[in-house]
């Protein structure tokens, strides 16, 4: 029996993962529509999924598939924030892993921090957006 602490990761591991997908899902109605179009087995409520949001309750196992299926996600990450290989596509090549070391800035990235910061607030938020989905890639999958 998952405990809280359980459902409120899956929670906040199911809104990044809703947060990055193609179609923008804003409510739980819309998550449970789009969810059950894409379920073989039995649907859910807008309530359930409101659950789910909310780190209340998990879905089944088979519900976690369809989401991650559906998510383009990492199947271990979305249920237990566990990074698992990421699937080999046929024609990619696999880029070479940069280590990151904890350094003081580089000139380059001074002038990319100052060229931020005069960005309007609209601009800095979307650069962020993209960081943070850079990130999340990195998180849910090992090379």
């Keep these: 029996m998952p405990n809280e602490q359980e459902k409120f990761a899956f929670a906040l591991r199911l809104k990044q993962a809703l947060k990055r997908s193609p179609k923008k899902i804003s409510s739980p109605?819309?998550?449970?529509?789009?969810?059950?179009?894409?379920h073989a087995g039995d649907p859910v409520t807008p309530q359930a999924a409101q659950k789910w949001l909310a780190g209340t309750s998990l879905p089944t196992f088979e519900k976690i598939v369809t989401l991650a299926d559906w998510l383009n996600v990492s199947l271990q990450w979305l249920r237990y924030g566990i990074a698992e290989d990421k699937p080999v596509a046929k024609s990619a090549h696999k880029p070479q892993k940069t280590k990151v070391v904890a350094t003081a800035p580089t000139t380059d990235e001074l002038k990319m921090l100052a060229a931020l910061r005069a960005m309007p607030e609209h601009r800095r938020n979307l650069v962020v957006e993209i960081v943070e989905q850079f990130s999340l890639e990195q998180e849910m999958w090992r090379d």
């Design 29 to 38: 109605t819309e998550l449970a529509l789009n969810f059950n179009l894409r």
